[in-house]
């Protein structure tokens, strides 16, 4: 009996110390008072999306349209969307905007409430709706589709009266039921000197969008889910929280410097858009054909946007033939070619990590989710701290000159103020710091050869969590 215990003795000390050093599940960081909603967060990882520009202003030459246009001179000779889908499906980018309606007032679908439309111009016989074949289009290559649709309408009769809030909402049901999913809906607050008084009835604009689009995001200074940046050269504030006070803010005077950094205590999240012109102006002319942003600019506007927390919204409007003009497909197939270049290996992904502190020592808060190419894993410390440093070990010397950095956002943004250090001749330099985060951080530096990192955050708001590190070695192709 006693050789049966004896035998026995091995297995049960095994299973038991087992037992004794499972950690069992973990429970999630708690989540900060204010954090983005599923399509939020869904949008942000988009980082790219494009705007289309495109009304009677295409064929008169002018940025804004006064409303007296003859429908008749809207008639592209070669309209194509299918490639303004393909060009912008080939730069990455996953969402469509297009000025369905811009302030003369000009419909680009066939509108019951208004004869300024499509259905009165020369293209397709009065047949056409761009909307519709937009639509389609986007379906058929996985991209999404949103529309602007603009408050201020210099056609319209009703213009300034408080019927004109209905007219508004007429149209906005037609292009919110006739069109399939609407992804976005950008509503600014532009309006010119001569324009009259009128009080927008933007609470009842938002229920008509959330009652028939319920997860479509709202653009406009004030969001309620993606507000402007405050510029537009696509440049977020170095720091940029996703939180912002709305409740004080105009839609058309809103404090740019507030839009464009954010509030750390603010009450909403509120997405930062960052859109900018590939060309001078917002639609085409022909005199700017020579003027279009360089690869290596647009390269540059993604890291001051998507690199400093915001999403890149690129305006590329079509010509009056109805395409994209080939200058400016040029300048995107070789911007998108660049940043696949660089970020096409991350350096850091056969690394080791540590932490001088992790979450309950758990598992599944290890510093090594940083290196593993999944974003929804992530690193935390324990309740009470602030601040933290983790280590990372390349395993061999390695030359890089871009830094990323992700905080998992689902449960807030937290980061204010951190640094990167690298060691060199057994100390530690400092080679890149920052204040926010938040969904994404590229960090631009000097070539530097390294085996040994650190990432300090120095100051959080609070318990410090990072999903995602990386280290790339940019094309040479950036800098041409």
Same mark, same amino acid.
């Given at each position: ?34 954090? *983005? ?33 003859? *429908? ?21 980018? +996953? ?28 293209? +397709? ?27 201020? @309408? ?41 324009? +009259? ?17 319920? @997860? ?72 700017? @054909?020579?003027?279009?942003?360089? *690869? ?155 085996? +040994? ?28």
């Amino acid at each position: 009996m006693f050789k049966v215990i004896d035998r026995l003795l091995p297995v049960f000390l095994i299973a038991s110390f087992a037992c004794q050093s499972d950690p069992g599940p973990a429970e999630d960081i708690p989540p900060m008072a204010v954090v *983005p909603s599923p399509q939020q967060i869904a949008y942000q990882e988009q980082e790219l999306i494009g705007f289309l520009h495109f009304t009677v202003n295409t064929f008169t030459d002018r940025e804004w349209g006064d409303g007296t246009e003859d *429908p008749s001179i809207f008639d592209p000779s070669q309209m194509d969307i299918e490639q303004w889908v393909q060009t912008a499906k080939d730069a990455g980018m +996953k969402t469509l905007i297009i000025t369905a309606k811009h302030h003369d007032g000009f419909c680009l679908w066939p509108s019951a409430y208004t004869d300024h439309t499509v259905e009165n111009s020369p293209w +397709k016989n009065g047949e056409g709706d761009v909307l519709r074949e937009l639509s389609e289009a986007c379906e058929a290559s996985g991209i999404k589709m949103g529309v602007y649709l603009s408050p201020w @309408d210099r056609n319209q009769p009703k213009y300034g009266t408080d019927e004109y809030n209905q007219y508004y909402l007429n149209q906005l049901e037609e292009v919110l039921t006739s069109y399939g999913e609407i992804a976005e809906l950008w509503m600014d607050g532009a309006k010119g000197p001569d324009a +009259k008084d009128m009080e927008y009835d933007f609470e009842a604009y938002r229920n008509l969008i959330y009652e028939k689009q319920p @997860d479509a995001l709202i653009f406009s200074d004030a969001g309620p889910d993606i507000r402007w940046i405050g510029n537009e050269h696509g440049f977020a504030g170095e720091t940029n929280w996703s939180t912002i006070d709305n409740s004080n803010i105009e839609i058309g005077g809103a404090d740019t410097d507030y839009l464009n950094t954010g509030d750390p205590d603010g009450n909403k999240w509120i997405v930062g858009e960052c859109d900018v012109s590939i060309r001078p102006g917002w639609f085409y002319h022909a005199d700017e @054909d020579s003027l279009v942003k360089s *690869p290596q600019q647009l390269v540059d506007i993604f890291y001051k946007s998507v690199g400093r927390n915001g999403t890149l919204l690129l305006n590329l409007p079509p010509d009056h033939r109805g395409l994209i003009h080939e200058n400016d497909v040029a300048a995107l197939n070789e911007f998108r070619s660049i940043l696949d270049e660089t970020f096409a290996t991350n350096l850091a992904l056969e690394a080791t990590a540590t932490a001088d502190n992790q979450r309950q020592e758990h598992p599944y808060f290890s510093p090594q989710n940083l290196l593993d190419d999944d974003n929804a894993t992530y690193w935390a410390t324990d309740d009470g701290l602030t601040s933290a440093t983790l280590e990372i070990d390349l395993g061999e010397a390695t030359t890089f000159d871009r830094i990323m950095l992700q905080e998992p956002i689902r449960f807030g943004q937290r980061v204010s103020s951190f640094r990167v250090e690298a060691e060199q001749n057994g100390e530690w330099q400092q080679i890149a710091q920052g204040t926010t985060i938040g969904f994404k951080r590229l960090l631009r530096i000097p070539e530097v050869e390294a085996q +040994k990192l650190r990432v300090v955050i120095e100051e959080a708001k609070d318990v410090p969590a990072l999903s995602s590190f990386g280290l790339f070695k940019a094309s040479a192709r950036e800098s041409a």
